[in-house]
């Protein structure tokens, strides 16, 4: 149920209605750099009206984030008079200063308008009514979120067996034929199998350590919200780590990998834990589906005054446009993939965590041409 965690009231008449303002926040200074000044205008015009001014952090209250259907932070929304208006961007304040006459004429006609009991009634209770939709729909999200949990650990326990007894049974053999390899008289010969084996062995138990990881994190996401510790993240520095720790496999597998960083794009506001995870999953994807030979770009852009886009593209096969939404659903996988380990997994869990952040992730591909995904991230201010 929403709670205002700010709420001020000019009464001018025990039965008249009153403006009714919800303003939305997040978690960077900026955002609250909003609300005092918002506070002071209506002061000013509040001697000879009514309103309501209620203060919404939207990391507590994320579902009214939907109900309302914002898309930037932070935004004003007029609940009362109807219809429900919301502003946002930078100059909210000035918004505000240009529509609150209009607001005021349409509360006057609402308030001069001659209403029956039951029109009444809904004035009265607007407040009320809108908190018992919002608890509603939130009540209704729990549940389909507890739904999800339930057939999660059904298919991941069907899953685990399938998907983990490749690389155990791969490496069970190499380990046998190491046995045998130690009778060979030939010592050139069972040197050079032995360490054909040894590597062998070692790519398949590093398989089912990522397979192992990846159930892991799936699970802690799916079973709680993940812990967000959101500071200051410059991402090229962020970027050309995780790049380092790929120079060994792109050089075995011949593919060549493009930056495009600029250093001077603004820090971005979020987990870095949480946003390299993201990074590291999709070059995983990207690094798997590339044929040798080929290329994959990182790549950072500056979009807008509030958002900072990465993308990751490649070189393989592509997704066929009407797969291009369900990739990002939890163990959905293509058809090419089924052979591959993997849970489907890694592109659910991005969304996730990118979600948490106020951004968005999305894939741009052309069968036979590569994919390009791409995410947004908040600006740091």
Request: charged share 25%; with cysteine; net charge negative.
């Amino acid at each position: 149920m929403l709670e205002p965690s700010n709420h001020q009231t000019n009464s001018e008449s025990d039965h008249a209605a009153s403006i009714q303002l919800l303003l939305f926040v997040d978690e960077r200074p900026s955002s609250h750099e909003y609300i005092q000044p918002i506070r002071d205008y209506l002061k000013t015009v509040s001697q000879d009206h009514t309103y309501q001014l209620e203060i919404i952090e939207i990391h507590e209250q994320p579902h009214l984030v939907e109900h309302f259907r914002l898309v930037a932070t932070p935004a004003l929304v007029k609940v009362v008079p109807t219809p429900r208006q919301t502003l946002a961007g930078s100059n909210l304040v000035n918004q505000l200063k240009r529509w609150w006459p209009q607001w005021l004429s349409a509360l006057k006609e609402d308030n001069h308008q001659e209403k029956s009991p039951e029109q009444s009634t809904n004035v009265g209770y607007s407040g009320e009514l809108m908190r018992l939709s919002d608890e509603i729909f939130r009540l209704k999200k729990d549940k389909e979120n507890l739904q999800e949990q339930l057939k999660f650990k059904d298919q991941v326990l069907a899953m685990l067996a399938h998907d983990l007894r490749s690389p155990l049974t791969a490496a069970s053999i190499a380990v046998e034929t190491l046995e045998l390899a130690q009778a060979q008289e030939n010592s050139e010969k069972r040197q050079k199998l032995t360490t054909q084996l040894f590597h062998q062995t070692r790519n398949q138990f590093r398989v089912m350590n990522r397979l192992i990881t990846d159930i892991l994190q799936a699970s802690k996401s799916m079973n709680a919200q993940l812990r967000v510790e959101r500071t200051e993240v410059f991402l090229p520095a962020l970027s050309k780590e995780i790049v380092a720790q790929y120079k060994e496999v792109l050089r075995e597998k011949s593919l060549t990998l493009i930056e495009d960083i600029p250093q001077d794009v603004p820090s971005v506001y979020g987990d870095e834990e949480l946003i390299r995870q993201v990074i590291v999953n999709l070059i995983d994807n990207a690094i798997k589906y590339t044929p040798g030979g080929g290329e994959i770009s990182l790549s950072i852009l500056h979009r807008t005054s509030q958002k900072i886009q990465v993308s990751v593209c490649d070189t393989g096969p592509g997704i066929p446009e009407e797969k291009q939404e369900r990739i990002f659903e939890g163990h959905f996988r293509l058809q090419r993939d089924q052979a591959k380990e993997g849970y489907g997994l890694g592109l659910s869990l991005c969304r996730k965590i990118i979600r948490v952040h106020y951004g968005q992730i999305w894939v741009d591909s052309v069968p036979g041409q590569g994919s390009y995904f791409h995410f947004t991230l908040p600006v740091y201010r």
